[in-house]
């Protein structure tokens, strides 16, 4: 590792919500590491989840804005977690509010920034950092095929037979190995509004190429599982200022309340009494609320499948117009299938829980966090992708990479019963042979890559060096 003593001052900014915060967080961290002093911007109610990266990391600082209200957004609505995908262009838009007080500290400060490392649906801030003379890094916390589909749908407009077929087969001749989609699965990708000439469709057009147009591109994958992909992404954005620093997973931390304590440590004690890889664990990211007949079936499944275990469910919010349609467990199931079976409510260990020996399987939404943490932990997943960038990540998974089994997608859909059983049993059986294979090699290829001398770990220094530099340019 590459320790730099400029101690170069660079403003981060994350997108406030958990799944794109922790791995820019995580990238924060890593340049904190090499020297460079780090702001982060946030709102009041993220402080919280910056708090043990200050203690830990004093030349890391806060610089706490409040979150802007949008006409659109329901009161409340800095609790992002809480709110359904469609409403974040609405969140994007309102965060652009924050020009002016981010225009006023930077030129109020002594030693203000040299650059700007934001979140890809940051996108403004490319035009902010141009208005201050400073350059703009986008961080995706999606991973580079991702981005690469994203940019290709909005710079090339894709031909559709019949522009009013959902079903129509579009492909992407543009992007290596020419995945093939169906229209319904890119839409929301493509325009959240699906109507040319709308403004929340033509601020998010502008939000992709204005990301590829910034001065340098970091993302949270590694060159031994998308190499092609950014190729790819060099050769659109027109030079080799992109960087992949991942996996940045969530760091273990131990304290008094740690693992053998708690809610958490209930978890990890009911998995210590599990064999080794006989548990299926069951997570769809903290967004997706499953709807009663999918919370059913997979409840039926869990049960015809005769697998230990372990699922952990999003219920919708007390008060939310879900009410009780969506996220409810069946009468009887946690009875039916106690010892063999636990069932976790909101958030869990997800980290802790797929790196233990008793996870054989994790039945996934293919969130690109998820991805990562699943690969990381070498087991092999059964993905169910819904909404947004999962169908891309699934196609990777499952087409490309062979660490996945596809057994449903869609947000409203319900998968087989006896068809997702079997597969459920067969993947704490050793019977995913290939796949289990192909986890561990890429198990080692993440670990190696953010190992001394890895790929990643170069990636950080390189990138710590560019930002260093800007201090003297």
């Known amino acids: 590792m590459t320790i730099l003593t400029s101690g170069a001052h660079i403003l981060v900014f994350p997108y406030p919500a958990p799944g794109h915060m922790m791995p820019l967080l995580g990238l924060a961290q890593q340049l904190s590491i090499r020297g460079l002093t780090i702001t982060v911007l946030v709102t009041p109610k993220n402080l919280p989840i910056l708090r043990p990266l200050l203690f830990a990391?004093?030349?890391?600082?806060?610089?706490?804005?409040?979150?802007?209200?949008?006409?659109?957004?329901?009161?409340?609505?800095?609790?992002?977690?809480?709110?359904?995908?469609?409403?974040?262009?609405?969140?994007?838009?309102?965060?652009?509010?924050?020009?002016?007080?981010?225009?006023?500290?930077?030129?109020?400060?002594?030693?203000?920034?040299?650059?700007?490392?934001?979140?890809?649906?940051?996108?403004?801030?490319?035009?902010l950092a141009s208005e201050l003379g400073i350059p703009r890094l986008m961080f995706s916390p999606s991973g580079v095929m991702a981005m690469s589909i994203i940019y290709s749908l909005r710079q090339y407009l894709p031909e559709r037979e019949d522009p009013?077929?959902?079903?129509?087969?579009?492909?992407?001749?543009?992007?290596?190995?020419?995945?093939?989609?169906?229209?319904?699965?890119?839409?929301?990708?493509?325009?959240?509004?699906?109507?040319?000439?709308?403004?929340?469709?033509?601020?998010?057009?502008?939000?992709?190429?204005?990301?590829?147009?910034?001065?340098?591109?970091?993302?949270?994958?590694?060159s031994e599982l998308e190499r092609v992909y950014l190729e790819h992404v060099m050769a659109e954005a027109g030079h080799d200022r992109v960087w992949a620093v991942g996996p940045l997973l969530p760091a273990e931390i131990d304290s008094p309340s740690g693992p053998t304590n708690g809610p958490d440590g209930n978890i990890i004690s009911w998995l210590d009494i599990c064999g080794d890889?006989?548990?299926?664990?069951?997570?769809?990211?903290?967004?997706?609320?499953?709807?009663?007949?999918?919370?059913?079936?997979?409840?039926?499944?869990?049960?015809?499948?005769g697998a230990k275990f372990l699922w952990c469910i999003k219920e919708a919010p007390q008060g939310s117009a879900e009410g009780?349609?969506?996220?409810?467990?069946?009468?009887?199931?946690?009875?039916?299938?106690?010892?063999?079976?636990?069932?976790v409510r909101e958030w869990a260990p997800q980290v802790m829980i797929l790196r233990h020996r008793?996870?054989?399987?994790?039945?996934?939404?293919?969130?690109?966090?998820?991805?990562?943490?699943?690969?990381?932990?070498?087991?092999?997943?059964?993905?169910?992708?819904?909404?947004?960038?999962?169908?891309?990540?699934?196609?990777?998974?499952?087409?490309?990479?062979?660490?996945a089994t596809r057994i449903c997608e869609g947000a409203q859909t319900v998968p087989d019963l006896n068809e997702l059983a079997r597969v459920v049993?067969?993947?704490?059986?050793?019977?995913?042979?290939?796949?289990?294979?192909?986890?561990?090699?890429?198990?080692?290829?993440?670990?190696?890559?953010?190992?001394?001398?890895g790929s990643s770990n170069m990636d950080l220094d390189r990138l710590a060096v560019h930002l260093s530099r800007r201090a003297f340019s």
């Open 324 to 343: 009780g349609d969506f996220g409810v467990i069946p009468s009887g199931f946690e009875d039916r299938t106690a010892g063999r079976g636990l069932v």
């Open 57 to 127: 990391h004093p030349s890391i600082t806060p610089l706490v804005l409040p979150f802007p209200g949008h006409p659109s957004l329901p009161s409340g609505a800095e609790n992002i977690k809480d709110l359904p995908p469609a409403a974040f262009p609405a969140i994007m838009r309102s965060m652009r509010q924050l020009h002016t007080p981010i225009l006023q500290w930077f030129r109020a400060h002594p030693s203000p920034p040299v650059a700007i490392v934001s979140d890809m649906f940051l996108w403004w801030t490319h035009l």
């Open 164 to 222: 009013n077929d959902p079903n129509s087969l579009i492909t992407l001749s543009r992007i290596p190995n020419s995945q093939i989609y169906p229209w319904w699965q890119l839409m929301f990708l493509y325009s959240t509004s699906y109507v040319e000439g709308d403004p929340i469709s033509d601020f998010m057009r502008d939000g992709v190429l204005a990301n590829m147009a910034s001065w340098g591109l970091v993302f949270n994958s590694f």
């Open 277 to 305: 890889r006989t548990v299926v664990y069951v997570c769809f990211g903290s967004q997706a609320v499953l709807g009663n007949n999918q919370m059913e079936r997979i409840a039926a499944v869990l049960e015809k499948s």
């Open 358 to 403: 008793a996870v054989g399987a994790f039945l996934t939404h293919c969130g690109w966090n998820s991805v990562l943490e699943g690969l990381v932990a070498g087991v092999p997943m059964l993905a169910w992708p819904m909404e947004g960038e999962q169908f891309l990540n699934a196609t990777l998974l499952v087409d490309e990479l062979k660490v």
């Open 425 to 453: 049993a067969e993947s704490v059986h050793n019977k995913l042979g290939s796949e289990n294979i192909r986890s561990r090699e890429l198990r080692k290829a993440a670990l190696d890559a953010v190992g001394e001398g």
